[in-house]
Every structure is written in C-alpha cells, then in structure tokens.
C-alpha cells in the first residue's frame, strides 16, 4: 500500500500536477491499498475457516486453505478494482476522478 501510494504521489509530482491532485490520487491510493488488505485478510481467515474442515489433516489443509483463499480474494479485489473496466474505466479510476472533482480539479 505505501508503495503504490508512494509510486502515484511520484508520478503526479513528475507530471507536474497540482497539490491537490496529488492529494487527492495518494487518498485514493491509500483507501483502494487498504481495500486490498481487508480483502487479504479476509479470505485467509475464510480460507483458515474452510481448512478446519481437514479433520486430522487440519495442520496441513488450514494454512493451504488460508493461502489459497488470501491469494484468490486478493486477485479478485485486484480484477475488479484495478483491471474490469466499467463505462470505459476501472474502478479506481471513477472514484479518483470523483476524488479530483471533489477538490476542485478535473
């Protein structure tokens, strides 16, 4: 998260944007980055949740099962947030361009 947060606020101050639409992108940045751990964490302990049903293999099926499904809640969050566009854009890019009109810009 504080590496994509990092990276925008980069790129915006390298394209000579305004503070407004840096603030505004690194806001952005940050909730979506927060979003992606919520969704981590979630389907691990979903993932670890399934896993117990292993029985005697518990051990062995609950971090598999918290692996596999961190991994695949994240993919979808990521799919869904950051690849499937919607009326010609992603998701973030509707809520950053929403973020830059709220403070006065775009």
Do not use: C
């Amino acid at each position: 998260m504080v590496i994509d947060v990092g990276r925008g606020i980069h790129d915006n101050w390298q394209n000579d944007e305004s503070f407004r639409v840096i603030v505004a992108d690194a806001v952005v940045d940050a909730a979506f980055g927060a979003g992606g751990i919520g969704a981590s964490i979630a389907g691990g302990k979903g993932g670890a949740a399934v896993g117990a049903l292993g029985g005697p293999a518990a051990p062995v099926t609950i971090p598999a099962g918290s692996i596999a499904f961190n991994t695949g809640a994240y993919a979808l969050y990521n799919y869904i947030t950051d690849t499937m566009p919607i009326g010609g854009q992603t998701v973030r890019e509707h809520v950053q361009s929403a973020a830059r009109s709220i403070v006065g810009v775009d």
